[in-house]
């Protein structure tokens, strides 16, 4: 198989690819020979006495905490700011390219609610056109009214919530076929 | 007459800053627990604790007025703390502890009631020569009649709650076409909110400044004011980063801003610590808002640089204590900022971030101070305001206050939720913030990103992954089966155990 034949990467080598697909080859994680995208790196990580995970790199300190991981899907939050990476070995790494090369652009847009909340009222219907931008729901979190719109053009296929209902984060609200 | 007991009829940080002053004034306090948040950090602090969490009534505890009353009675407290949001701002409640000779700490029911309404508040600010906005006489009752105002002042124009604060029921109309939408959203939300759809209509400033005067009264019709706070770092008209003074005034204008926050203030015989706000245009027009008759959540600012106790002055002054200091006594030096922690996700567009903290850990400093209603293992609940805590910076000058914010951020830590740190610390770093040079809009207009973080994070942040899965897997490759399915253990255990192999 062409896939597997090509040469085989480091095995002490731990890729951490971005949503956005820049990548992270991390070498050696447990040594003193630590290399990141090729580089000689001095990264400690401690716990200090009131239980906070702290890196340090180049004295200064970071506080790092592990907030999410499902199998090789992690969510790590550095400094309070979140970070997404899928873990590949180099191996999985070329399957992940060669799959997304031949993956078909997805046609489905989900809009999800981007917080828990009420659905207060829906603006739009099944089946009507809405433009890039337009707003689709409004959402009650929080004693706040939120406008909830669209990234994308099209039609609505499917509305899964009604006037009333209790959302949960990141609940599907809607379908959109582009 | 005076307190020896005093109920808070709040929570969270402002709770716990009540009960503060409360002891050192040596008053015995009371608190109420709810069953949303039984466990929370002020329930701990006060002296006796009133439970309300046995019964599961409609209205909600800290609105409950008869519940409330009932309670003070019982138990023969001599006085009530509203706190901010409740019922600070309620006359009914205010003028039921006047009725049950409670006292109600804060103005006047009337007082309440006038500058809480927002068409009574602004024929009384033009009637003591109070710049004010174009708008509607009154509130509007309909659509068309928005229409026809909105056309006569020209768009943009915004609608509010008549019975509203703290940027809800709020909408800005940017041209006739949404008007119809925007109402419809304004009279929503304000029902929802106040119990009241009533909105009023006026003309939009854009970009303005917002400048807010805390002013003090007695009941003996002393005034005083104690210098400005800039509150125009906001989202929704939600306040995230107060300060005062403000860049944006100087002497004179100060002054004459003062000076009008009290001619407001004594034209409803006001007494207690209250905040008169006003919109800044560009030019440097100022025009009254509305004044909020209560303590606010950032009065620390002007705390810090007055000096001044302004719960201990709340007391003494529904005490009957004359005020201690004359306008010309009141000295403002240095320059304070405050930073609210929200439990929100800035990158997820300011959503709530429910959860339990597991950790939390305050920079420490002759300088800092950190009101907060949180400790390890509070619960955040969506029941209430996600604000956790206040970071609150002195320094001599607004440069050094930004240094000091910065660096007291960055020892700020937190484990288990998110917050609006990494938000703070963006405003810090902001080149227009650090000159002075921005308004309400700061946030949309002039902030590339809404958190702070350096280059080298992301590298970080992925090694910290790899690193986690690197050290399961191996242990999966030596060890028995991993019970725990390396859940929540951090890096750092997995390493130690496998050196420990």
Not at chain 2, 472 to 490: A, C, M, V
Request: aromatic residues 8%; hydrophobic residues 40%; charged residues 30%.
């Amino acid at each position: 198989m062409k896939l597997l034949r090509s040469k085989k990467g480091n095995e002490n080598d731990y890729i951490a690819v971005t949503p956005s697909d820049a990548k992270y080859v991390v070498r050696n994680p447990f040594s003193e020979d630590l290399r990141i995208n090729g580089h000689k790196q001095e990264i400690k990580i401690f716990e200090d006495d009131e239980g906070f995970t702290f890196i340090e790199f180049r004295n200064k300190k970071y506080l790092a905490e592990i907030t999410d991981k499902t199998q090789n899907k992690y969510v790590v939050l550095l400094n309070g700011v979140s970070y997404s990476f899928t873990i590949e070995s180099p191996i999985s790494y070329r399957r992940r390219k060669y799959l997304k090369k031949y993956k078909q652009a997805n046609k489905l847009e989900v809009v999800t609610a981007p917080m828990p909340g009420k659905v207060l009222e829906l603006l739009v219907e099944e089946n009507a056109r809405v433009k890039e931008g337009e707003s689709i729901l409004i959402l009650e979190a929080m004693k706040m009214q939120n406008e909830i719109t669209t990234q994308v053009a099209g039609k609505i296929r499917k509305i899964n919530v009604r006037a009333g209902d209790s959302v949960t984060k990141d609940e599907v609200l809607m379908e959109i076929e582009r | 007459m005076k307190i020896k007991s005093l109920l808070i009829a709040n929570r969270g940080e402002i709770a716990v800053r009540i009960i503060e002053t409360a002891k050192k004034l040596g008053i015995k306090t009371y608190g109420i627990k709810s069953i949303k948040e039984p466990n929370a950090l002020y329930l701990r602090l006060v002296n006796d604790v009133i439970d309300f969490s046995v019964s599961l009534d409609e209205i909600p505890e800290f609105l409950d007025v008869e519940k409330i009353i009932d309670a003070a009675r019982t138990l023969k407290i001599d006085a009530i703390h509203p706190g901010y949001g409740f019922l600070a701002e309620n006359p009914y409640f205010a003028r039921r502890c006047e009725e049950e000779n409670i006292i109600f700490i804060g103005p006047s029911a009337s007082a309440i009631y006038k500058m809480g309404n927002k068409t009574i508040a602004k024929q009384i600010a033009s009637k003591y020569k109070v710049p004010l906005l174009q708008g509607s006489q009154g509130n509007v009752k309909s659509v068309q009649e928005a229409a026809d105002i909105a056309s006569k002042i020209g768009y943009p124009v915004i609608l509010k709650a008549a019975a509203g604060g703290g940027g809800r029921g709020m909408r800005i109309v940017e041209k006739a076409s949404h008007l119809e939408k925007m109402f419809k959203m304004a009279t929503n939300e304000a029902e929802k909110a106040f119990g009241d759809p009533s909105v009023f209509i006026e003309k939009y400033v854009r970009n303005p400044r917002h400048i807010e005067f805390q002013i003090l009264g007695d009941r003996q019709g002393n005034y005083i004011h104690l210098g400005e706070r800039e509150c125009s770092i906001q989202r929704k008209h939600q306040k995230l980063i107060e300060e005062s003074p403000s860049i944006a005034l100087d002497e004179n204008l100060r002054k004459e801003m003062g000076l009008s926050a009290i001619r407001i203030a004594s034209a409803v015989n006001y007494y207690s610590a209250g905040t008169v706000e006003f919109l800044l245009d560009a030019d440097k027009n100022f025009f009254f808002m509305e004044m909020n008759t209560r303590i606010q959540v950032e009065h620390p600012v002007t705390e810090m640089v007055a000096g001044i106790d302004l719960i201990e002055w709340q007391i003494r002054i529904a005490e009957g204590q004359k005020l201690a200091v004359v306008q010309e006594d009141v000295k403002l030096t240095g320059w304070a900022i405050e930073c609210r922690i929200n439990a929100e996700d800035v990158q997820a567009g300011f959503s709530p971030n429910l959860g339990i903290i597991e950790k939390i850990s305050y920079p420490k400093g002759k300088n800092i101070r950190i009101d907060s209603g949180v400790t390890d293992y509070s619960v955040i609940t969506p029941y209430f305001d996600s604000m956790v805590a206040k970071l609150i910076v002195h320094a001599e000058t607004r440069d050094k206050a930004i240094a000091a914010s910065t660096a007291a951020l960055k020892k700020f830590w937190i484990r288990g939720i998110k917050t609006t740190i990494p938000f703070c610390l963006a405003v810090m770093d902001n080149k227009k913030f650090r000159k002075g040079d921005f308004n309400t809009s700061f946030i949309e207009k002039d902030m590339d990103k809404l958190f702070y973080n350096d280059v080298e994070d992301e590298m970080l942040a992925a090694y910290v992954a790899a690193f986690d899965f690197a050290a399961e897997l191996e242990t999966n490759r030596t060890t028995k089966p991993d019970f725990e399915r390396g859940k929540n253990i951090s890096p750092w255990v997995l390493n130690k155990r496998l050196k420990s192999l």
